[in-house]
């Protein structure tokens, strides 16, 4: 019996110490890639102090969120999502914190046809030239970008008509660029 508790505690002991030799093997890499994160965000931020502290927050998360990292992944490509993603979130709270909410109760001027202007301006493609451009394309191509343009998402579409995601994505891709072409020519400001 005394074998066996002893063999159990060394075996956990050797998981400890493995699992701490995993940190700081994960805190060094981390520290390498450090320098490599400053281009990227730079380019979201555009200033250098926003950009050092987008770094920051992303090491942050990073080592809190290290059990997450799973073994073979792209540690440059799990970082560089930490910190688009703390960009976002950060940009977006930015944003909300801008909006301006009229709280005002005179909402009566809302509906005023006193000071209503009439858009007289036409487009220059008029919409029978747009479905004719739709119904123009291959129906391969046709179908998940009308999918699309109605609300489906991506993986939905992939679901419903059996092929990968990534052929969804090229196929309204191409989609779109051959409706470009063909209304490009409809559009008399191009002739």
């Not at 956990?12 to 995993?22: G, P, V, W």
């Not at 555009?46 to 799973?70: G, H």
């Not at 059996?162 to 072409?181: C, D, F, S």
Request: hydrophobic share 35%.
């Amino acid at each position: 019996m005394g074998y066996q508790k002893s063999f159990l505690y060394l075996y956990q002991n050797f998981q400890k110490i493995q699992k701490l030799m995993s940190h700081l093997e994960f805190d060094t890499k981390l520290v390498n890639i450090h320098s490599s994160l400053k281009p990227a965000a730079y380019n979201l931020t555009r200033d250098i102090n926003e950009a050092e502290d987008l770094i920051q927050e992303t090491m942050v998360k990073a080592i809190s969120n290290r059990e997450k990292f799973r073994e073979g992944t792209n540690l440059n490509a799990w970082m560089y999502t930490i910190m688009r993603n703390t960009f976002i979130t950060k940009y977006n709270r930015t944003v909300r914190r801008k909006t301006f909410i009229d709280t005002t109760d005179n909402l009566h001027y809302i509906n005023s046809t006193n000071y209503s202007i009439e858009n007289t301006g036409e487009s220059a493609i008029n919409m029978d030239q747009i479905l004719r451009a739709v119904e123009s394309i291959s129906i391969d191509l046709r179908t998940p970008f009308m999918m699309h343009y109605n609300g489906w998402k991506y993986y939905e579409i992939a679901e419903e008509l059996n092929i990968p995601m990534g052929t969804v994505k090229n196929r309204i891709h191409v989609a779109r660029k051959e409706l470009q072409k063909k209304l490009w020519r409809h559009n008399p400001k191009n002739n």
